[in-house]
């Protein structure tokens, strides 16, 4: 251990004795999360916590465990209550599920892995547990989850309207005019606590920050991922609208989809007939 | 027929509120505190944005817009500074006129919008192209929406008081403020730098005045009655 190092550890022991000895700390609040029959108890969530997460997202839950320089984008701070992955409206509480959701499923994009390996009566301790760090969860219920209405089947007609509402929409400003994720203000992105971010590049193909499945995609863009620069267009986009936009989504990626199939077999034969996405573009 | 009279009178004095500003009768005698805030120091360098990435607002301005975190008027007054009660207010029931908070030409116009909790706030897209709203709110809850051309203005308001930073990540030189306010006593500064609040009860208190980069000062001023007190500012501005 460096001199300094020894020296702050030293301060740091005698702020928490100081803090021990003076202060009360403040009562703990009876936190649980309810999925389904699970029931989990932030109690029995923080040792899970303290073992588990809180190398990243911290013993406080504020972002700053000792892994956090390392990683990009940013842990969580839970500290904020904003939630990128929500069933929820921009700007409320996610549901128990969303979080539950989460961490099972880990952000492909990010650091955070799947944690199937715990329990499933672990995972909401911990879900009940993460809910103690900002007083928003005591004074602010979880919104109401959209209403996702049945996908109507891809057609080359939801496709290509899609596509129009990639133009008209400026989703390329930022995931750029292919879909990889080089948009004109890709390289300026910010989250909400200024530090650097990427828009999603539909290239690799990957899974999406909130899932797999159609329904995931069209949840992402209407609720928007908050804390990050993507925006909800819930008030923007008819359900049709946002299932056409969706289909064309879908053809971006690398990948043999109903949708991207119905796309080639088209382009084929109709490429000519596009207008570029981009500034000069009209979408079709 | 005596309701009916009532609920007309209610109608009226409900749209007289709207067309005007901030219209509540204040219990007389009401006195007034006004003054000046004027800055010392070394200002920071203002910098011309460089809108290249959306030539709709390059065409916009004829000449490079600067940027506005430091805006000063003469002899050293400053501008988008937040005045308000900040305690000794008797308290008073949200304004229902609506703050207007446009985006035209790739800026928040005004920069700097002050409100009460729970007073409507619309927000406009005066521009021919997208931009997305996000104030990052830490008290009341953060939210980011997207607002192409043409769409209606979004209409909410806070709950909490609070300084909100707004950002649009899309443009990442559009910077503004929600300045979110218990009191109905406030104003923000323009070029001159002065400012006045009226219509204050007899009473002690405390004035304050926020500036985004020269940061926050008070004083205690008391109202007797019918009177004006003065109460200037002098900021201290850092070249960074």
Redesign the interface.
């Known amino acids: 251990m460096k001199p300094q190092t020894r020296w702050m550890s030293l301060v740091s022991a005698c702020g928490a004795a100081l803090l021990l000895a003076g202060v009360t700390p403040a009562p703990a609040v009876a936190q649980e999360a309810h999925v389904g029959t699970l029931t989990g108890h932030a109690a029995a969530g923080k040792p899970l916590y303290t073992r588990y997460c809180a190398g990243c997202h911290g013993d406080d839950g504020d972002a700053q465990g000792e892994n956090a320089m390392w990683i990009d984008p940013k842990p969580r701070d839970f500290t904020m209550a904003t939630f990128k992955c929500r069933s929820t409206p921009s700007g409320s509480l996610p549901t128990d599920q969303d979080l539950y959701n989460s961490v099972e499923r880990g952000f492909v994009t990010t650091n955070m892995p799947p944690w199937v390996a715990l329990t499933p009566q672990n995972r909401i301790n911990l879900v009940a547990y993460i809910k103690t760090f900002s007083p928003r969860w005591r004074t602010a219920k979880p919104g109401t989850p959209i209403t996702i209405p049945a996908e109507p089947t891809a057609t080359i007609q939801s496709i290509l309207h899609g596509r129009q509402l990639y133009q008209r929409m400026e989703c390329w400003k930022c995931h750029g005019p292919a879909g990889h994720g080089d948009g004109p203000s890709a390289h300026e992105l910010t989250d909400n606590k200024d530090d650097p971010i990427r828009p999603y590049n539909f290239e690799t193909g990957s899974r999406f920050m909130c899932g797999t499945a159609n329904q995931d995609l069209y949840r992402i863009f209407m609720t928007g991922l908050d804390g990050s620069p993507m925006p909800s267009f819930a008030d923007q986009l008819s359900p049709a609208e946002a299932w056409d936009l969706v289909h064309f989504l879908r053809t971006l990626q690398p990948l043999k989809t109903r949708e991207s199939a119905i796309w080639h077999e088209w382009a084929a034969t109709h490429a000519g007939e596009l207008k570029p996405i981009g500034p000069e573009g009209g979408g079709q | 027929m005596i309701a009916r009279f009532i609920a007309l009178a209610a109608l009226v004095s409900v749209s007289s509120g709207i067309a005007g500003p901030p219209h509540r009768a204040p219990p007389l005698p009401a006195g007034t505190i006004s003054g000046k805030v004027t800055y010392t120091g070394t200002l920071p360098k203002l910098r011309p944005i460089d809108m290249a990435?959306e030539?709709n607002c390059v065409t916009q301005h004829p000449t490079p817009v600067m940027t506005q975190d430091a805006v000063t008027g003469p002899a050293n007054s400053v501008r988008y500074v937040v005045v308000y009660i900040s305690a000794g207010d008797q308290g008073a029931p949200a304004a229902t006129d609506t703050v207007h908070y446009d985006q035209k030409g790739c800026l928040y116009i005004p920069h700097v919008a002050a409100m009460q909790v729970h007073q409507p706030l619309a927000i406009f897209n005066d521009d021919p192209?997208?931009h997305?709203?996000?104030p990052?709110a830490?008290v009341n809850?953060?939210?980011?929406?997207?607002?192409?051309k043409g769409?209606?203005p979004?209409r909410t308001s806070w709950d909490q008081p609070e300084f909100i930073a707004v950002k649009c990540?899309?443009?990442?030189w559009m910077h503004g403020y929600f300045v979110v306010l218990v009191t109905p006593h406030f104003t923000v500064t323009d070029s001159t730098g002065e400012f006045s609040l009226t219509g204050l009860p007899a009473g002690k208190y405390t004035v304050t005045a926020w500036h985004e980069r020269f940061g926050t000062q008070s004083q205690e001023v008391t109202i007797g009655g019918s009177e004006t007190k003065t109460a200037n500012f002098v900021l201290t501005a850092r070249p960074y």
């Open positions: 990435k030539p192209h997208s997305n709203i996000h990052l830490r809850p953060e939210w980011n929406k997207s607002q192409p769409a209606p979004i990540n899309v443009h990442p």
